[in-house]
């Protein structure tokens, strides 16, 4: 089979539509951190729920998406499932403006955000060009939807801060400890408007949705009808589905989660005895976790199109073989350091080596991912490819949904670096995965 000749160009209004729903999920890696600010009774447990639940809620609409096959893909439904997500923000909205709110009422709201996760997977008109840059093409176009990531986690902390927009609060909520924004940290006692987080969103979606764009020369490519079936039956899809979930559902997962992980681990004091945690507080020396945590989707981000330039050049399998030995020592080095860090009572002395680590967990799972899109060009069919990479995605957002769940049971157990090890066994499985099916001298697809 000969790759794709074929690439992917951006749709700069549909790219738009994308982020502002992105935005309007990614907003929960920021918001349980705030809720947790706030003192509102809800434990780490049941805010690692919340985030749970958006990702396995996002993953579902993904799966659905893909059922409908390729008019999920086009510009008009990207568009109403976009505007759909006004209505979230307005139900967001009228919530926080409520004097007190229920964990059932956070649930539906997050199950209901999940519709902007399904957004997350964006796909370019296609034009002919040369298949030696088909992973960097893909991976430009990828990056369109980790925009929206940063950009609700630094808007997010700034925004709740600012004076309530519309009014209705009896009683204005305040922080009981401190908490920190892209601009620094600040202290107890700073009042917090949420609903103003539904407004810029409702702003931002309407923006998207409602800016008139240009007319744009639309390319069609002919290809011949395909049954879903024959997609699912190609055993390189279930290979390729397992790789894309250590790649991009790490990024994802870890994306969601990160911020409400840092505020676990370091901002909190424990007081250990004989192995028994007898006391836990407040951690005044801990870095603000919102004043660092969206640096880390940041540099995944920015790496993205690099994996699938260094994918063009070696080949999506080296690459993705190279990235999977990468992420299982990465994720030891943060398992030592996680443990480290939960049975301290100065916890905030391993911060900035475990920020560097998990900088390289998200900048390598980019990598990956990008990497994994360039094999999939080569071994789908022009016409099957699209449809072959929407399945990739809602399968791996899943990611959004179990690691959170991973980190929400092990802050029962009180045993969170045993997360971190199964992920890193995860990813030495899928080294010898590659390994075997991709860079054996015999195989059917060498180094796709």
Request: with cysteine; net charge positive; glycine share 8%.
């Amino acid at each position: 089979m000969q790759p794709v000749t074929s690439s992917e160009t951006i749709d700069k209004m549909t790219a738009l539509q994308v982020i502002a729903s992105t935005s309007v999920w990614m907003c929960w890696s920021v918001l349980v951190v705030v809720l947790y600010a706030l003192g509102l009774g809800f434990n780490f447990a049941q805010l690692f729920g919340l985030l749970a639940l958006t990702g396995f809620a996002a993953a579902g609409f993904q799966l659905s998406w893909f059922a409908l096959g390729s008019r999920s893909l086009s510009r008009r439904f990207i568009r109403t499932t976009t505007a759909l997500l006004a209505l979230v923000a307005v139900v967001m909205g009228w919530l926080f403006l409520q004097a007190s709110f229920a964990l059932n009422q956070l649930q539906l709201l997050a199950v209901l955000a999940g519709l902007g996760g399904a957004q997350l997977y964006v796909r370019g008109e296609r034009t002919s060009s040369e298949s030696s840059t088909m992973g960097w093409e893909l991976a430009v176009t990828a990056a369109v939807g980790g925009t929206g990531i940063v950009l609700a986690q630094i808007a997010t902390p700034l925004v709740v801060t600012l004076p309530n927009l519309i009014g209705g609060n009896p009683e204005p909520l305040v922080t009981t400890i401190s908490m920190g924004n892209v601009l620094g940290s600040m202290r107890p006692e700073q009042p917090i408007s949420l609903s103003n987080l539904a407004w810029m969103l409702l702003l931002f979606i309407c923006i998207a949705v409602l800016f008139p764009a240009h007319r744009q020369h639309q390319v069609k490519l002919q290809h011949a009808p395909f049954h879903r079936r024959h997609l699912i039956r190609n055993p390189h899809l279930w290979v390729m589905t397992v790789l894309y979930i250590m790649a991009f559902g790490s990024f994802i997962g870890f994306a969601l989660s990160f911020p409400l992980v840092l505020q676990f681990l370091f901002g909190l004091s424990r007081e250990w005895q004989a192995g028994e945690l007898v006391n836990a507080i407040s951690n005044d020396y801990a870095p603000q976790a919102l004043t660092y945590a969206w640096l880390g989707p940041l540099v995944g981000v920015v790496a993205r199109p690099l994996g699938g330039w260094l994918a063009d050049l070696y080949g999506g399998a080296r690459v993705t073989f190279v990235c999977a030995v990468l992420l299982a020592l990465a994720c030891a080095a943060a398992a030592y350091l996680t443990q480290q860090a939960f049975h301290s009572g100065a916890p905030e002395q391993y911060f900035l080596l475990f920020l560097l680590v998990f900088f390289v967990l998200f900048v390598v799972s980019s990598l990956a991912s990008s990497a994994i899109y360039r094999s999939a060009s080569v071994l789908f069919p022009a016409a099957q490819l699209p449809i072959a990479l929407r399945w990739l995605a809602a399968c791996a957002t899943a990611g959004a949904g179990y690691i959170p769940l991973m980190w929400g049971v092990q802050s029962v157990t009180g045993t969170p670096a045993l997360a971190l090890v199964a992920f890193a066994v995860f990813y030495l499985v899928c080294a010898v995965i590659v390994a075997g099916v991709y860079l054996r001298r015999h195989s059917v697809y060498f180094n796709p």
